[in-house]
């Protein structure tokens, strides 16, 4: 596997009591600087770890923007736009059925595929998407 493009890494403060591990995603947390790990699916991410933090209040590198390793929950396809699947910080495909009334907060776009647990590339792009209902 190609290894990731170097675009933008940013460091912000780990809150999570426990850590966090590498290539995951993290949200923002309660103050400026700060992140964790989602609490549910579908969150607005900051990016992706790109190391691993095991304590809390210290520093971790983010992938904010570029190309980054991320674990999939799922079959995750080249191509697939993907969001936050889980408190684990895992990505899941996002399915954007038309006619379903949905935002999903869109984290980027598989560069490779994967299947559950597996590790793929993804093109940082986050953005919500709005899915009308018919």
């Known amino acids: 596997m190609a290894g990731a493009t170097y675009v933008l890494d940013k460091t912000y403060k780990e809150i999570d009591a426990a850590g966090v591990g590498i290539h995951r995603a993290v949200v923002p947390g309660s103050n400026d600087g700060e992140c964790k790990l989602p609490t549910a699916a579908n969150q607005f991410a900051l990016g992706i770890t790109q190391e691993a933090q095991p304590n809390q209040n210290e520093n971790v ?3 904010v923007y570029g190309i980054s390793r991320a674990y999939a929950s799922g079959t995750v396809n080249k191509g697939d736009p993907v ?3 889980s408190s684990a910080g895992d990505l899941r495909t996002a399915t954007l059925t038309p006619g379903t009334a949905a935002v999903h907060h869109i984290v980027g776009y598989a560069e490779t595929s994967a299947t559950t647990g597996g590790v793929f590339m993804v093109r940082l792009a986050q953005s919500p998407v709005s ?3 018919s």
Do not use: G, L, N, S
Request: net charge neutral; proline share 0%; charged share 20%.
């Open 83 to 85: 969001e936050v699947a």
């Open 61 to 63: 590198a983010v992938r």
């Open 131 to 133: 899915v009308a209902a």
